[in-house]
């Protein structure tokens, strides 16, 4: 199995920052896209950031020019730095990574536990 252990959530005040950490470990041959969703009570799941294995992101329009999304190959661990945060960014988010267990070419889908992110204004 594969477990991806989220860190980095908290609370702080609008115009500040703060920094996610995602790390993936278990049955892992190669680690396809990485990215970040945030969902809100009751709202569909969204995409923030996403990262393939050679650096290629994209981004959310609310977030271009304050978010950035990086990796860690060698660590299978993705990164959010979010800057000039805005209440409207209140939300669980949520790491994802998808997965190849061996050389076949079928990869699968996990999700990290969630970390909350309350901005205050």
């Known amino acids: 199995q594969v477990q991806l252990v989220e860190s980095g959530g908290g609370l702080v005040q609008a115009g500040g920052s703060l920094r996610l950490s995602c790390a993936a470990s278990g049955s892992i041959f190669i680690i396809n896209a990485m990215g970040w969703y945030r969902q809100a009570p009751g709202e569909q799941r969204e995409l923030v950031a996403a990262?393939?294995?050679?650096?290629?992101?994209t981004y959310a329009d609310s977030v271009k020019g304050r978010f950035t999304i990086s990796r860690d190959n060698a660590k299978n661990t993705v990164y959010l730095q979010m800057n000039s945060l805005k209440p409207e960014d209140t939300d669980v988010y949520y790491c994802n990574a998808a997965v190849r267990k061996s050389w076949r070419p079928t990869v699968e889908d996990y999700w990290g536990q969630g970390t909350q992110v309350t901005v205050s204004a």
């Open positions: 990262i393939t294995s050679g650096g290629s992101t």
